[in-house]
């Protein structure tokens, strides 16, 4: 009768017994663009190659962009006399008949709408850095010509040192894996062992392979390398 208990009792401590979940990975930027630009034109000029290391709002590349500097010049000039013609206006406007102040009101805004809509016109012939990164791929060079109506990727880039592990684990371990719980792990081709914890838990399960997928933040790691690892599983208290 004894023995019987104390098998019960071992049983019972071995269900409690975390077990460590085994995963493998890649390594992938934290962030990562493709670059286009949404306007038709010449490629002017290109002021990066790959490997360039960027701040957020540097200029990458232009297109040609004088026709449209020049009507932004123009429409620049006339919001400056629209309003300059509304303010006088403005300033006698008991001595004048409203549907007159209505028409300079009208011109002095539609100035300004001309201005916002070539200022716009001219963002569109410059790419900029969306974020802090570096240049991974360039698939440009002075002299194309781009599409707006085909746009293409002209420029890749990604987070310069932010990286992000994305584990996958067998989908079995869907109630036992959490946020928070730290990931042992290996780069393939370095004897070092490394941890994080996990940040996030992809909401559904790859019906092809039987997996669920994590993400665990790091740094450093070149994008596309793989590992492997074990998510650490707490003891059930």
């Given at each position: 009768m004894m023995r019987r208990v104390l098998l019960g009792l071992l049983c019972i401590a071995m269900s409690l017994q975390a077990e460590d979940v085994y995963a493998t990975f890649t390594v992938e930027a934290e962030k990562s663009a493709n670059l286009a630009f949404t306007a038709?034109?010449?490629?002017?000029?290109?002021?990066?190659?790959?490997?360039?290391?960027?701040?957020?709002?540097?200029?990458?590349?232009?297109?040609?962009?004088?026709?449209?500097?020049?009507?932004?010049?123009?429409?620049?000039?006339?919001?400056?006399?629209?309003?300059?013609?509304y303010e006088r206006q403005k300033k006698v406007e008991k001595l004048v008949d409203a549907s007159r102040l209505d028409t300079y009101a009208y011109k002095y805004e539609n100035a300004k709408a001309q201005v916002i809509y070539q200022q716009a016109?001219?963002?569109?012939?410059?790419?900029?850095?969306?974020?802090?990164?570096?240049?991974?791929?360039?698939?440009?060079?002075v002299g194309d010509v781009v599409s707006g109506a085909m746009i293409r990727t002209v420029l890749k880039m990604q987070s310069t040192k932010a990286r992000k592990l994305i584990v996958s684990f067998d989908q079995k371990y869907w109630k036992v894996v959490k946020v928070g719980e730290v990931f042992e792990y290996r780069i393939d081709g370095d004897t070092k062992r490394y941890s994080g914890k996990i940040t996030k838990i992809y909401p559904a399960a790859d019906s092809k392979n039987r997996k669920m997928r994590a993400e665990v933040r790091t740094e450093g790691f070149l994008v596309g390398?793989?590992?492997?690892?074990?998510?650490?599983?707490p003891d059930v208290k």
């Amino acid at each position: 009768m004894m023995r019987r208990v104390l098998l019960g009792l071992l049983c019972i401590a071995m269900s409690l017994q975390a077990e460590d979940v085994y995963a493998t990975f890649t390594v992938e930027a934290e962030k990562s663009a493709n670059l286009a630009f949404t306007a038709s034109g010449i490629v002017k000029n290109v002021t990066i190659d790959i490997a360039s290391v960027v701040k957020k709002g540097d200029v990458l590349a232009t297109l040609e962009n004088d026709d449209i500097r020049a009507s932004l010049s123009i429409a620049t000039t006339a919001l400056s006399f629209a309003k300059k013609a509304y303010e006088r206006q403005k300033k006698v406007e008991k001595l004048v008949d409203a549907s007159r102040l209505d028409t300079y009101a009208y011109k002095y805004e539609n100035a300004k709408a001309q201005v916002i809509y070539q200022q716009a016109l001219l963002e569109k012939t410059i790419l900029k850095a969306p974020f802090d990164g570096i240049i991974f791929d360039k698939l440009v060079e002075v002299g194309d010509v781009v599409s707006g109506a085909m746009i293409r990727t002209v420029l890749k880039m990604q987070s310069t040192k932010a990286r992000k592990l994305i584990v996958s684990f067998d989908q079995k371990y869907w109630k036992v894996v959490k946020v928070g719980e730290v990931f042992e792990y290996r780069i393939d081709g370095d004897t070092k062992r490394y941890s994080g914890k996990i940040t996030k838990i992809y909401p559904a399960a790859d019906s092809k392979n039987r997996k669920m997928r994590a993400e665990v933040r790091t740094e450093g790691f070149l994008v596309g390398l793989f590992g492997e690892g074990m998510i650490k599983i707490p003891d059930v208290k």
